[in-house]
């Protein structure tokens, strides 16, 4: 940005000041118009004030959090489709178009009621104090009586890594109790697990995802996890954040059904839950870190009741492309979600909307201007793909959608190149690597970082599961390899600061803004560093695109296989 600060020193107070500033800055009441053409040339560096104007619009007050489905959803797709064609994209929806539909149900509990049974007594959880959940079923109320809660440890069935929590137990109607995250997070040097699963980077069967899955594979009526900041990655305001929403896509007939309840529960009603079913929590954390852990009935019940506000609605994926010269039916793809959290509760200053600046619309800013410096350059020889996914935030859904309806075949995606949340922070030295070994994309990253002067760092808080936690991972589920940029996993080199500012910075953004009011654009925001990450994924991407490479999954990569099962489609 022409305007920006120089020297900016992040702390958990320029934070807050900056999002106080956001709070009182004026919001345009409509889309702002379409920034400047792009300049005659691809080497041009990638423009902070462009990025700056577009999450300015995207963040503001007139496009109500980005919620799916409304006003603001209608708002979101008209400008990315007028910031796409501004930039000299053409369309690459369904049909001709610029989107794809994704059918979607909307779910939020109204007033739940929830409760413990154990030794004839009953003890009433608070929600969401003590308990938080939600449900992605079809349905217009959901009702628990007195289910068996059983502890299920990590809750994994892994047969590569000779692991089965379950032991063939029988879950149907039952809730599921879950640890956090995999069997060796918390495993000590010496301990049989230790390295099992990734110690400290969680596995995809850390995630909460999986747990649920599983759970609703296995039969349950309701799957919980017991809360650990350290553990989820996340507080628990980020737990309770959606007030009881959910969404999901509509599932085909004949489809899985998820479980009816699904949630978490606070650590110290847990901790207490089991003390009175006379088991302790610390003994049993360290008793599920054995292969040889067994499900545990709990002699406890759950019942709760609900009325679900369920609405069937149309969201929208937004879909641009520049099609290759010489290798079209080939692609490389890039990706960015445009939903946030919409409206919700007001915070202390009264802000009710929860805006999504860094998450994501600073993400889709530089995917913008990645692809107006492509179309100010010679065409790329293979097609690339701009996605603009819906419903990242409620579970990856948009991008789900498309994995399961593809308009580019996934076995002829070269890679898919993905900017969730980037930092606003300044320049930095260096560019955090998410999931460092799946895939040779770790060499394209390394080598396009060097030729900008900065290095690789790994990412700082692998037990936060980012790898999975955003939309190219349903991509890489279905063997395309994939690079994410995500500011949330680890602290950058900052150029004015260093390693401890950019530590104040992440800190101070994942504790009080992340998913919150305060994630709101700022014109004390200097765009250098998020400018830097557009310049490196803009050139992995035209690297990409200009040969005839197949980026390998690693050998150890759980995303080989199914690549390998459509070689001959890259033949």
Request: charged share 20%; aromatic share 10%.
């Amino acid at each position: 940005m022409s305007k920006l600060r120089t020297t900016f020193l992040v702390s958990a107070a320029a934070l807050l000041g900056a999002c106080q500033t956001a709070a009182v800055s004026p919001a345009p009441s409509a889309p702002a118009p379409a920034p400047a053409p792009a300049p005659a040339s691809d080497d041009r560096p990638a423009s902070q004030q462009r990025m700056s104007d577009i999450t300015r619009t995207l963040a503001s007050d007139a496009f109500e959090g980005r919620s799916m489905g409304g006003v603001g959803e209608e708002r979101t797709i008209a400008y990315l489709i007028e910031q796409f064609r501004a930039a000299g994209l053409e369309p690459g929806g369904e049909n001709g178009g610029w989107t794809q539909t994704v059918p979607l149900i909307r779910t939020k509990l109204q007033q739940p009621t929830l409760s413990l049974r154990q030794s004839g007594s009953s003890t009433p959880l608070r929600f969401p104090q003590d308990i938080y959940v939600s449900t992605v079923r079809d349905t217009p109320s959901a009702a628990i009586v007195n289910a068996p809660v059983v502890f299920v440890g990590y809750g994994t069935k892994a047969p590569e890594r000779g692991w089965d929590d379950f032991k063939g137990v029988d879950l149907k109607g039952k809730v599921a109790l879950f640890l956090v995250n995999d069997p060796d997070f918390e495993a000590a040097a010496g301990e049989p697990v230790a390295g099992k699963f990734g110690g400290k980077t969680m596995t995809y069967y850390g995630r909460w995802t999986y747990k649920f899955d599983e759970a609703a594979r296995r039969g349950a009526v309701a799957a919980l996890i017991i809360h650990e900041t350290e553990g989820a990655g996340y507080g628990w305001n980020v737990v309770e954040s959606a007030g009881g929403e959910n969404f999901n896509i509509v599932l085909p007939p004949g489809a899985q059904q998820p479980v009816l309840l699904q949630g978490w529960m606070q650590r110290p009603v847990a901790e207490a839950m089991l003390k009175r079913a006379g088991y302790d929590y610390a003994t049993l954390k360290t008793q599920s870190r054995k292969a040889s852990f067994r499900p545990i009935d709990l002699k406890t019940t759950l019942s709760a009741t609900a009325k679900v506000d369920l609405a069937h609605l149309t969201s929208h994926n937004v879909l641009a492309k520049l099609t290759g010269s010489r290798f079209p039916a080939e692609t490389v793809s890039y990706g960015g979600h445009w939903d946030a959290y919409g409206i919700g509760a007001p915070d202390a200053q009264g802000r009710t909307i929860r805006p999504g600046a860094a998450d994501d619309a600073l993400g889709l800013a530089a995917m913008i201007e990645i692809g107006r410096k492509f179309t100010a350059g010679p065409r790329p020889q293979r097609t690339l793909v701009f996605a603009a996914w819906t419903g990242e935030e409620r579970g990856l859904l948009g991008s789900e959608y498309y994995a399961q309806h593809p308009l580019y075949p996934a076995a002829t995606m070269a890679a898919n190149l993905t900017l969730d949340t980037l930092q606003w922070a300044g320049a930095t030295r260096d560019t955090v690597l998410v999931g460092k070994g799946q895939s040779e994309l770790d060499r394209y990253l390394e080598e396009g970082a060097r030729a900008q002067g900065r290095s690789v760092t790994e990412e700082g808080h692998p037990e936060r599961g980012l790898f999975y936690r955003a939309d190219h991972f349903t991509l890489a589920k279905r063997g395309v390899p994939v690079l994410l940029t995500m500011a949330l996993a680890g602290a950058y080199d900052l150029q004015e600061g260093g390693r401890a500012a950019g530590e104040r910075w992440l800190d101070a953004y994942t504790a009080q803004c992340y998913h919150q009011t305060c994630d709101a654009w700022s014109p004390t925001w200097n765009l250098a560093g998020a400018a830097q990450e557009a310049e490196l994924y803009y050139d992995i991407g035209k690297r990409l695109a200009n040969s005839r490479s197949w980026p390998q999954w690693s050998p150890s990569s759980e995303f080989r296989k199914v690549r390998e099962e459509s070689a001959t489609a890259r033949r």
